[in-house]
């Protein structure tokens, strides 16, 4: 049995993007360090808004508020597949790591 404290920790989207921070944070790839700023960097960022924006908008009252916090969670997971495809293309990921 699992114990929730909040509300944004039941649903099992939160605790995906949770796992996908956590990948995105290991990925070696072959990121040059000129990119620890930049590419891995961004990533990051990415993947933790995801999470951020689905535990925000969990905790609106009304329904179009919440949302617009899933939107954004959503556009931030479009983001993320875009600098994947990117690191793909520049070599730094493998295909295995993309998928």
């Given at each position: 049995?699992e114990?929730?404290?909040?509300?944004?920790?039941?649903?099992?989207?939160w605790?995906?993007?949770?796992?996908?921070?956590?990948?995105?944070?290991?990925l070696?790839g072959?990121?040059?360090?000129?990119?620890?700023?930049?590419l891995?960097?961004?990533?990051?960022?990415a993947?933790?808004?995801?999470?951020?924006?689905?535990?925000?908008?969990?905790?609106?009252?009304?329904?179009?508020k919440?949302?617009h916090?899933?939107?954004?969670?959503y556009?931030?997971s479009?983001?993320l597949l875009?600098?994947?495809?990117?690191?793909?293309d520049l070599?730094?990921?493998?295909?295995?790591?993309?998928q």
């Open positions: 049995m114990f929730c404290a909040y509300t944004f920790e039941k649903p099992e989207v605790k995906d993007a949770r796992e996908l921070v956590k990948m995105i944070y290991r070696k072959n990121f040059p360090p000129s990119e620890l700023y930049g891995t960097s961004q990533m990051r960022r993947a933790v808004s995801i999470s951020y924006n689905l535990s925000e908008g969990s905790g609106r009252t009304h329904s179009k919440q949302a916090f899933y939107q954004i969670a556009s931030g479009i983001e875009n600098e994947l495809i990117l690191s793909l070599a730094y990921i493998t295909f295995g790591e993309y």
